[in-house]
């Protein structure tokens, strides 16, 4: 029986199929998935890589949690000071899994240039800013060192930047309106000692950093007083309840805000791309296996007196269907290889040359992300195999309906 088993294997081998009617179908099948291997594999590195991205840039700008009077949760601008003499600051130790947390203060002004102006807010941040967030950000020049004496240096985007047409080292005076609304406004001078460009348009066209002791000495406030609080959580899938536990955490005069919370139309946006990674998914698996199913089909059709004489020779039902899904596994195996060096290759041109742009008008980047995560590789071809494995079962069934005596008469 060995032997036989061993002739049937060779015969229905993919080499066995060159000159057979079988062999466009598998060809179809292997290709088919291939490419569903390297549609799954795209969506899923850029779906999550975008995601990721996204949630990045508005925390560089943001923090995860902000913590800030009622009276300014809604808006960008300090307007009441907060003492820094706070239980959570500079060390959250009330709660697990915040990584740091900084003190800023936001001022609304605008800049006027000989050629234009343009409104603004300065953010003004502190020796215990983590700039690390805008490093990747940083196109041209330095960032500002706030770390000793007053400085003028700030960061200004790319965007304000050809607007304003102001370039590296150029300065620019600044008007701040003070609070009766009234009065004379504050004027600074500033110098450009960076650009950024962050690919967030509501960011870019926004912000313009700086040292928070600008904002400090116009708003007449305290050295100890700031405008809110930045927190980063450690665990992004964690952010809501970590918000809850630094709401419940805080004094009762203050509130606490998620970026979840704050830019929810963008989170709701995001959540869209689970959904749509799931219907690619499950449409390309759904392609795949139906070729599969056409393939094995054929094929037990194409060999039906091979199936009945391993029957005659005492062979089982299971053991003539194992070798039709051994065969079939093959063929799965070699389209799930071509697929991800196709895809993974791809994906990591992408990565490392960044070939498609993308308007961040509209997708809050330059450059279509990528996130390659072996995790998911392997689930995927994993997940491909078993479910392909599983509804081939089906029809390999018909295999216990052929009868050893009508099938080797068959011509």
Known sequence: MNVEYFIAKRLL???????????????????????????????VATGIGLQQKIREKVAAF????????YEDNQSQVSVTPISIHQRFYPNFRDVTGISHVQAVAAKAGIIRTPNAFEGIIFKGVGKD????????????GALP????????????????????LLKLGDTFTAYFMKEDGVSMPNL???????????GFQEF?????????RHVQRINKWRPDEVGSFEVFVSDFTQIKNKGEEVYS?????????????????????????????????????????????????????ERTQLIGILKALGASNWSVRKLFLFNAFHLIVKGLLWGNGIGLGLLFLQHYFGIIHLNPENYYVNEAPVYIDWLYVV???????????????????????????????FD
């Open 145 to 164: 060192n706030v770390q000793h004496q007053l400085t003028n240096q700030v960061l200004l985007s790319e965007y304000l930047s050809k607007r304003l």
């Open 62 to 69: 943001n923090g995860h949690i902000t913590i800030s009077n």
């Open 129 to 140: 800013y983590q700039w690390n967030n805008l490093k990747e950000y940083l196109v041209e």
């Open 188 to 198: 600074r001078v500033f110098k450009v000692v960076g650009i950024y460009n962050s």
């Open 204 to 212: 870019d066209a926004t912000y313009v950093i700086g040292d928070i």
């Open 13 to 43: 081998s993919a080499k066995g199929h060159k000159s057979s009617v079988s062999a466009p179908i598998i060809k179809i099948a292997i290709v088919a998935i291939a490419l569903g291997m390297v549609m799954m594999l795209i969506s």
């Open 379 to 409: 689930a995927l071809n994993l997940g491909t195999i078993l479910v392909c494995l599983l509804v081939l079962l089906i029809p390999s069934y018909i295999i216990t309906k052929i009868s050893p005596i009508k099938a080797i008469r």
């Open 249 to 301: 955490q805080t004094s009762s005069t203050l509130d606490s805000q998620t970026i979840v919370e704050k830019y929810y139309y963008i989170f709701e946006w995001l959540a869209l791309f689970d959904f749509n990674i799931v219907v690619i998914l499950i449409v390309m698996i759904v392609v795949a296996t139906i070729n599969m199913v056409v393939a094995l089909l054929v094929l037990i059709l």
